[in-house]
């Protein structure tokens, strides 16, 4: 019964002492948050002695049951270029702005501009601006848009700064570069179009030169036309039309004292019946060595100037030598040109090692042998004579079965 006067003579107190703040009568309690237990994800402080549940910071509820976490309560709880709708941090651009409008959030709020090139209300609606429309550009230039930018050119005839403004492209032909000239248009222009058809132009100091190409006819401030374009064009003596012109083609063909005839419009160069060499350099008279040229013998065979039975010139053949054989057909070296290159019972006979024993060298009842190169001749036994002209056969008289003091030969 004691506690409970204590606490009623203290709210009593209180609501006396603080009458100018609280409209009611509040009672104390003495244990605080201790004794008091808030909700999921709520917090409890003590307000004037009391204790008062709250929800966390970004939680949203009943404080005494239960908080949920929410993303947002207000725009500083989102990045700057979020805004807080719904407990959500959303972008606040969709709607805000009007049709071709930009938008970009700037501390949470929207911010509408048109785009560049673009003019109008961005609240409302952008338009494509005319970056021509008034012209920056100066005096006889021409404005084009490029890439929404306003692009200055001089008009055709005109020079000089596109902004500041143009001019004629020149006055006089000082203005132009040496090889063109400054027209009636006021224009650096090719002068050669006063040349002919066909003609040469070349320009020296403005000015043009006019001429017909090389072997042309015809006027140059006129026409120029070619002598030719086809053979049946050109007269019978220059029946080719070689380069435009009407040519002989045997003109400097041949060489000197050739003949040249045309096949056609080929020329064809020889030389005449008594002479001889090349007739595309130069032919010259027979002489006694061109019989010989080329060699008209037979291979490996010399050729020199000679004379027939009638005394008529013409080449003799002969093989050379160490040779043998037809010199009409074919010459063919020997197998020997001295003895010494044969063995010992062989002989160089006709450019041959051969045995010189052929039966002619010695008398016909004589031996013949080949030595030394040579045919050794001599008497067989039981004769005795000379063995190249004839051996003749021994006969001996004996008395008493010896021998005698003379000897009979026998013819």
């Known amino acids: 019964m004691g506690f409970y006067r204590t606490i009623l003579l203290a709210a009593v107190f209180t609501a006396s002492a603080f009458a100018d703040r609280y409209h009611y009568g509040r009672v104390l ?70 049709t071709n409008a930009n938008c970009e959030v700037r501390n949470h709020v929207p911010t509408c501009f048109c785009p560049r090139g673009f003019t109008g209300d961005p609240f409302t609606s952008c338009r494509v601006a005319d970056p021509c429309q008034p012209s920056p550009c100066g005096l006889n230039t021409r404005c084009d848009v490029v890439n929404e930018v306003a692009v200055c050119k001089c008009l055709p ?98 060489g000197t004292n050739a003949n040249c005839e045309l096949r056609g419009i080929t020329p064809v160069c020889s030389c005449p019946r008594d002479m001889t060499g090349n007739p595309f350099i130069s032919c010259r008279p027979f002489t006694p060595e061109d019989l010989c040229q080329p060699n008209p013998c037979g291979e490996h065979a010399v050729c020199t100037p000679g004379h027939d039975n009638t005394g008529k010139e013409r080449p003799v053949c002969t093989c050379p030598t160490g040779y043998t054989g037809n010199a009409l057909v074919s010459c063919r070296r020997g197998e020997c040109q001295a003895d010494s290159e044969c063995p010992d019972s062989k002989a160089c006979i006709d450019y041959f090692c051969q045995n010189p024993c052929t039966g002619k060298e010695c008398a016909p009842n004589a031996k013949c042998e080949a030595r030394r190169h040579i045919a050794v001749c001599t008497c067989l036994d039981g004769t005795r004579g000379d063995a190249v002209v004839g051996c003749n056969q021994i006969v001996s008289n004996t008395r008493n079965g010896r021998f005698g003091y003379g000897r009979y030969y026998s013819s």
């Open 29 to 98: 309690s003495t244990a605080g948050c201790a004794s008091y237990t808030c909700g999921q994800n709520a917090k409890c402080t003590v307000t004037d002695g009391r204790p008062v549940c709250s929800c966390l910071n970004l939680h949203m509820g009943d404080a005494l049951v239960q908080c949920f976490k929410v993303e947002c309560i207000i725009d500083e709880d989102c990045p700057s270029t979020r805004s807080c709708a719904g407990n959500h941090c959303v972008d606040p651009c969709p709607g805000s702005c009007g």
């Open 157 to 254: 005839g005109y020079r000089g700064s596109p902004l500041a403004g143009c001019r004629h492209e020149c006055e006089s032909d000082a203005e132009c570069p040496s090889h063109l000239s400054c027209s009636s248009n006021f224009r650096c222009e090719n002068p050669c179009s006063t040349c002919g058809e066909g003609a040469n132009c070349n320009v020296v100091n403005h000015q043009p030169k006019c001429s017909c190409p090389e072997n042309w006819q015809g006027s140059p401030y006129t026409k120029c036309y070619p002598e030719c374009t086809i053979h049946s064009e050109c007269p019978a003596g220059k029946p080719a039309c070689l380069y435009q012109k009407c040519t002989n083609p045997c003109t400097g063909a041949c």
